[in-house]
Structures are given as structure tokens and as C-alpha cells.
């Protein structure tokens, strides 16, 4: 099993910026995706970001391509998504995520691994 604490999250203005960390611990190994969803009140989780754990390779939703970057430093272990050009609508609870399955996976349900969240809220 692996262990995934988030850090990062707060309050911000539109067009501002934030950093998300993801401490990865346990059986890292095993890591094959890592990935942020985010669920805001009365909606469903949603798909962000995700990052191939070995190779880098990087995948994001189309509402935050082009603003938010996903990277990883392997050594230790944490994962880091950096959001800029912030909007009200990126206001949700985001969770970091991690599978062992291989391949792109964009679905939720697929991940076994969670964090615990950590509110992002986007003032107008």
C-alpha cells in the first residue's frame, strides 16, 4: 500500500498561483501513475493531472491544460502540481492519487491509493 499526504492548498485570488505537493510513502515502488482529481460540492471527482512515475510522461484535463504542471522528484518521492492562471471554477477539494496499473488512466475508480485533500479556493 502506499501512503499519500497533500500539501499545499489555500486561498487565493483569480490569476494567482499555487503549489500542490504529494508525499509519496510505503510501497513506492509499486507507483506506476500518480494523479490529482478534484471534487467541488455537489460534483463528481474529476480528472486534473497525472504523471507516469518512471518516465515522466504527463497527461492533463483540458480545463487546466496550458495553466497547470505536473512534476515529479523521484528521489523523494513527492509529487508537485503547479497551478497558475487560477479561475473560481478550479475551487474544489484536490486529491492526490496513485495506481499501479500501467498505461494512461484518466478514471478514477481505477486509483488505489488516495490522500486525504487539500482545499484550493479561487476568489473572483
Known amino acids: 500500500q502506499v501512503q499519500l499526504v497533500e500539501s499545499g492548498g489555500g486561498l487565493v485570488q483569480a490569476g494567482g498561483s499555487l503549489r500542490l505537493s504529494c508525499a509519496a510513502s510505503?510501497?513506492?515502488?509499486?507507483?506506476?501513475?500518480m494523479a490529482w482529481f478534484r471534487q467541488a460540492p455537489g460534483k463528481e471527482r474529476e480528472f486534473v493531472a497525472l504523471?507516469?512515475?518512471?518516465?515522466?510522461?504527463?497527461g492533463y484535463a483540458d480545463s487546466v491544460k496550458g495553466r497547470f504542471t505536473l512534476s515529479r522528484d523521484n528521489a523523494k518521492n513527492i509529487g508537485y502540481l503547479q497551478m497558475n492562471s487560477l479561475k473560481p471554477e478550479d475551487t474544489a477539494v484536490y486529491y492526490c492519487?496513485?495506481?499501479?496499473?500501467?498505461?494512461?488512466?484518466?478514471?478514477?475508480?481505477?486509483?488505489?491509493?488516495w490522500g486525504q485533500g487539500t482545499q484550493v479556493t479561487v476568489s473572483s
Open positions: 492519487a496513485a495506481t499501479d496499473r500501467t498505461g494512461y488512466t484518466f478514471n478514477y475508480r481505477a486509483y488505489n491509493d
Open positions: 510505503g510501497r513506492t515502488s509499486s507507483i506506476y501513475t
Open positions: 504523471i507516469l512515475w518512471s518516465g515522466g510522461s504527463t
